[in-house]
């Protein structure tokens, strides 16, 4: 057990590290690309982005990012206790402690580096009154969203939109009406108006 237990580590240690590694140089060379093009509840004012309970507060902590970070200490950690001369069962309680601590730590970054973007600047009040064009369906009577791409405060963004009329095809010009929730607008068909 004491030789599996350390090549456990090892290769913890070396994957994630590995990983975690080629994860800084691609974010330092600008490997990961973020893009405002749609707009989600937390993008618009008032938005606070917590739109999911404990369900979707997991799935941010099990991230690839915070997985990597856990193997690596984990790792680490086992071999670093391992070379001190502690015993197996608190070696292996020892870098799951640690492992556990990295992968909170970094979700917590990872948190505060997401509310770190520019969101929360953009009210989709002032949309109402715009022209745009539907990009996706807008299924009629409210029976669904479809998506339209209007001009909102200098920018194109895409939004999910309702009807009360009848559907309204991809492509077809639109007016906004109003904002039928935080993050949906009400348009209508431009012939309509």
């Known amino acids: 057990m004491e030789e599996m237990l350390k090549n456990v580590y090892l290769l913890s240690a070396v994957v994630g590290g590995t990983i975690l590694v080629v994860q800084t140089i691609l974010l330092l060379v600008g490997g990961g690309g973020d893009s405002d093009a749609e707009v989600d509840a937390g993008d618009v004012d008032g938005g606070d982005g917590d739109h999911g309970g404990d369900a979707d507060t997991y799935f941010k902590v099990l991230s690839f990012k915070t997985v990597v970070a856990f193997v690596t200490f984990f790792g680490l950690t086992g071999m670093a206790c391992r070379?001190?001369?502690?015993?197996?069962?608190?070696?292996l309680v020892i870098a799951i402690g640690a492992g556990a601590v990295a992968l909170y730590i970094v979700a917590y970054l990872m948190a505060g580096l997401s509310r770190l973007q520019s969101k929360g600047n953009l009210?989709?009040?002032?949309?109402?009154?715009?022209?745009?064009?539907?990009?996706?369906?807008?299924?009629g009577k409210r029976s669904g969203t479809g998506?339209?791409?209007?001009?909102?405060?200098?920018?194109?963004?895409?939004?999910?939109?309702?009807?009360e009329g009848p559907e309204i095809a991809t492509g077809t010009p639109v007016r906004v009406v109003q904002t039928s929730t935080s993050d949906t607008l009400e348009v209508l068909p431009l012939e309509r108006i």
Do not use: F, H, M, W
């Not at 009210?123 to 299924?139: E, F, I, M, S, T």
């Not at 998506?147 to 009807?163: D, L, M, N, P, Y």
């Open 123 to 139: 009210d989709l009040c002032n949309a109402v009154g715009q022209n745009g064009k539907v990009y996706l369906r807008v299924p």
């Open 83 to 91: 070379e001190s001369g502690l015993q197996s069962i608190p070696t």
């Open 147 to 163: 998506k339209v791409i209007v001009s909102i405060q200098g920018r194109k963004v895409e939004c999910k939109a309702v009807t």
